[in-house]
């Protein structure tokens, strides 16, 4: 039971720190739309592979 709160909750951890500072950094340069496309398909693709297994 401890397990899987603790790795929800690192889980959890990890994406506030993406939303928080990953995510406006890549959209500073002028790269929004390469940028947004990449985080895109990123969660396509972890979406697909949880999908599989």
């Given at each position: 039971m401890l397990v899987p709160n603790g790795l929800?909750?690192?889980a959890g951890a990890?994406?506030?720190i993406i939303y928080k500072e990953l995510i406006p950094e890549s959209?500073?340069?002028g790269n929004e739309?390469?940028?947004t496309y990449a985080f895109i398909t990123g969660l396509l693709v972890?979406?697909?592979i949880i999908d599989i297994f």
């Open positions: 929800s909750f690192a990890m994406l506030f959209h500073g340069d739309r390469v940028s972890m979406v697909f």
